[in-house]
Every structure is written in C-alpha cells, then in structure tokens.
C-alpha cells in the first residue's frame, strides 16, 4: 500500500473530505497512527504524497518539511486514517485501547517483539493498542522501516503507531514501557563504564516516565544490566510506584526449564515454579530446590545432585554464549518471547500453585534479602498487571550463599551508580566481572 506524507499546504484535489481530518504530519520525522479519532481544524487543509516514485504520482506532490522541525511525534500513512471503534460492529466488544511505549524499537529484538504486540498475542484477541516507539536520531530512518512493516501488515488491533526520539512526547500516557534499548559494551570497556553510560540514558526515560506516563505504568527493562538500570529508573520516577518496574530474567527461567526438561526427558511445559534468583549476571542463580516437574520436587526426579548443583546452573549461564557460536549474534527471538511471557505473567492470573521470575524492587520481600535493590525473586500474578512475592519457597544454606553472592554483587553495582540514583557520589568495587555472554 502507499504511504502518505502529510503537509499543511493546500492542494485542492488532495484534500481530505470533511468527515475525515486528522493531525498534520512530520514527513521523516514522526509516525502517529490515529485510528481511533482525532480532531483537527476545519480552516487547516491537509495534502498527501505518497512514497511511490515522482512519475508514479498522478498528483503534485508535497514539499518537503524542513528538517528542524520541532515536532518529534507525528502521524504517517495509513495510521493517519482515523475511525471510531465504536461504529464498527466488530469492535464494539473490545477493550479500551492501551498504549504501549517501546525503546529500542528499530533492534532486532524489537523487530520480533512488535508484531507479537501487534497480532494479539500479548494482550489478547479484543485489546487495541498504540504502539510509541523510540529510538535516536540514528536510527530514526530504520523506525520509518518499522512503521511501514507495521502498516503493511495489517493488524486489526493495531490502531496507533508513533516514533520518535524524544522520550518526554514518545512516552506520553503510556500504561506499558518496554525499555530495551541500551548501547552494548564495546571492546576494552569495563563493567563500570557500561553501568555509567546505559545508566545515563535510564535516568533520563526515568525521568521521562516519571513526568508524562501513566501513574500506573508497568515499566520492563530489558537494556543490560537491566536490574541495576530498573533501579535507575526507578529512583528517577518518584511518583510512580516502584513495584511498577521489572528486569527482565524471564529468558533465564526459560533456558532453566528448557534444560530441567531435557534432563528429565519430559516436555518443558511439565516443568513449573522455576526460579531464578539475583542478578542477570552469571551470579544469577537458577533454582532446582523449588522447581518441579509434573509437580514433584525436582530432586526427586533428577536425582544427580552433581549436575544440578554446577553443570544445570553453567548451562544456563553460558546458553546465550553457546547461542552466539552458533548464530553469530547475541538472542533476539527468544528475549522478545520472554518478553511476551513476562507481560502475559502479569495480564494472566498465575495457575494454582505455580510461579514466574522477574527481577523487582527488594523493599518489604520475605527472604532477607537486602532492600532497595532490583532481585529476580519468584512472584505470582492475580492478572491485573501487579504481582505478589511468592511466600511458600524453601531456601537451604547452598541456595542462600547463592543467593547472597548475587545480592552482593548487586549492591556494589548500586554503588557504582549511586551519582545516578541520588545517594551522593559513586564508588565502584565490583568484585568481579560477570556479564552475561552476548552482553560483551
């Protein structure tokens, strides 16, 4: 399909019809998809040009809209059209639509995971959504690119897309924010300079968060060190609830049950109440004591304790390392899944018993561990987007020194990033470097 560029110039056999009007658009700068109605004035003449080749239009096209624009967030294309749901009879049993902000939107993690936002997957079969994307003036180009796929799609849900690179408009009400961009450690940089510089840009979307989102959005954050950037972002969003933010360690309970079922020779669906404890750092610390298999204790399925105890919890470290010698490239597709499974643990109610792993703020958590730090800890969800700690967890003295090595290492990242979450200056001592393979 074409895809319209919107000016504010007047041509009369371009004009919309009265009954359709919508906002003027940025050409090469913002995509606002407004299907749901928008008002414009009746003196303010819109022209279309479509991005088809000049000899290929049958009439004049627009100017280009001088680059310095200062608007950061507009409409584009078919997402210009506008409708009301509710005259449509088959949209007339769909939920309010919800808006859904995402950072990071032109990688390749994005590039999987905004269509499974878009297709229902996510939010389910009768949810509409806006989609507000962020990326930098970078790859601002490449967000046009993912306007477009999105428009040439076709999604019936779908019903708003923007872009832009400014988080104080792209974050405007949003109720989801999807924080996966963050700059990957280069050669030569040391932990300390990646937590400094990612937790740089958390800061500011924290703050962006804090000053136009929804009082009540729930904040996922994906950019390593996604906890201690979660705990950034959150310091820097006061008036939003700090049990409203996760980092995201559902892709490690996902390689944990993936390798708990290979082990056993059973499905991976057989497998529940995985957790992973800590950081997502290799100090995380994936938990058989808790874990079961067609509902019976894991240790008593899998009775090599050796295995469990060392090479389960190293393949789970290692498998995003094993992954890249084999795809050369860090996962994609599998973090946006696990992206997906960490927002449907909190839109779906928890099965009986059962329980997730997200990393969330420690304050008021029943394990003794230290507070005011982001911690994967097992959580179960009534479906209403928050969670509860889950209570009835067994904790031996192997899981606890575990445990307490992760915290620890933690807790020296909230100090190298204490000039960046108001508690004075910074002072790093992390004992050891523990990224994650892939985050090199």
């Known amino acids: 399909m074409a895809l319209s560029k919107i000016s504010t110039s007047h041509t009369p056999s371009q004009t919309l019809k009265p009954n359709f009007y919508s906002k003027p658009c940025v050409p090469l700068q913002c995509y606002d998809a407004r299907r749901s109605g928008v008002s414009f004035e009746q003196h303010r003449k819109l022209r279309i040009s479509c991005s088809v080749a000049p000899n290929q239009v049958q009439a004049p096209v627009a100017p280009a809209v001088p680059s310095d624009t200062t608007s950061n967030r507009d409409c584009y294309g078919v997402f210009c059209t506008t409708y009301d749901l509710k005259a449509d009879e088959k949209t007339k049993s769909w939920k309010s639509l919800i808006k859904i902000a995402v950072s990071g939107a032109a990688g390749m993690i994005s590039n999987h995971l905004l269509f499974k936002l878009a ?6 079969p009768d949810q509409p959504i806006a989609l507000q994307l962020l990326g930098s003036e970078r790859s601002l180009q490449a ?3 993912v306007a477009m796929e999105l428009e040439d799609s076709l999604y019936p849900l779908l019903r708003e897309v923007s872009i832009g690179i400014n988080p104080y408009e792209v ?3 949003c109720e989801w924010a999807l924080l996966i961009g963050a700059k990957p450690r280069g050669p030569g940089m040391e932990r300390a300079g990646l937590l400094d510089i990612n937790g740089q840009i958390f800061a500011e979307q924290g703050k962006a968060l804090n000053a136009v989102a929804s009082r009540n959005v729930k904040v996922i954050v994906v950019g390593n060190p996604c906890n201690t950037n979660a705990l950034i972002c959150l310091k820097n969003a006061p008036n939003i609830p700090a049990k409203n933010f996760h980092a995201l360690t559902r892709l490690d309970e996902n390689r944990a049950k993936c390798q708990l ?3 056993a020779g059973v499905f991976y669906d057989k497998v529940s109440n995985m957790t992973i404890w800590g950081n997502h750092s290799t100090t995380q610390v994936p938990d058989f004591l808790n874990a079961k298999i067609n509902g019976i204790p894991v240790k008593e399925v ?3 304790t050796k295995w469990l105890e060392t090479e389960f919890t190293e393949r789970v470290q290692k498998r995003g390392g094993v992954l890249i010698q084999k795809w050369g490239r860090s996962s994609a597709a599998s973090t946006a899944v696990s992206i997906v499974d960490a927002i449907r643990s909190l839109v779906t ?3 009986e018993g059962d329980w997730f792993s997200t990393g969330v703020y420690t304050n008021g958590n029943p394990y003794g ?3 005011d730090i982001v911690f994967s800890m097992p959580c179960r969800s009534k479906g209403d987007g928050d969670y509860e700690l889950a209570k009835d967890v067994i904790i031996d003295d192997f899981l606890r020194e575990r445990i307490k090595k992760s915290e620890a290492e933690l807790l020296a990242e909230k100090r190298c990033v204490a000039h960046l979450t108001g508690e004075g200056n910074a002072f790093c001592d992390l004992p050891e470097d523990t990224m994650l393979p892939g985050e090199q």
């Open 369 to 371: 561990i230290a507070e």
């Open 143 to 145: 967000l046009e690119g």
């Open 349 to 351: 109610p928890t099965p």
């Open 302 to 304: 899998i009775k090599d």
């Open 171 to 173: 974050f405007q009400d």
């Open 119 to 124: 297709s229902g997957e996510v939010f389910g």
């Open 261 to 263: 079922a290979l082990k």
